[in-house]
């Protein structure tokens, strides 16, 4: 009659928390000197081989996070077969990618919407 009953333990984080992390974790890249804000990563055709040595120049071999909006569509193409290349949205980033990352490249355009969101 009075079996088991099944019982969540899942914790929700307060939004003021989670966006208190994600700012500690932006401004530890900031003072460690490894988030690169680029004026523009456009390029003519979706390469791969392009990206690649693009980044390769500012990751030394570390593990990548682009931040690049929707207009920016070939960047997630090109990234896509870079196994420790990843590419978020600004409204997508979360404090989980931005810790494991080593290098955080932000293109300049994104910044005022990364502010907007989690300001």
């Excluded at 290349?85 to 955080?104: C, E, F, K």
Aim: glycine share 8%; aromatic share 6%; hydrophobic share 40%.
């Amino acid at each position: 009659m009075f079996g088991p009953k099944p019982r969540s333990y899942a914790y929700s984080m307060p939004k003021k928390k989670y966006r208190a992390a994600l700012q500690g974790a932006l401004s530890a890249k900031v003072s460690e000197g490894r988030l690169i804000v680029l004026s523009d990563l456009a390029q003519e055709a979706t390469k791969t081989k392009w990206l690649a040595r693009s980044l390769d120049r500012l990751r030394n071999g570390e593990h990548a996070l682009v931040v690049a909006g929707s207009g920016e569509s070939g960047i997630p193409l090109a990234a896509r077969n870079l196994p420790d290349v990843t590419v978020l949205s600004p409204d997508r980033l979360n404090v989980y990618d931005v810790v494991r990352a080593g290098v955080v490249v932000l293109l300049q355009g994104e910044v005022g919407r990364v502010q907007e969101v989690w300001s």
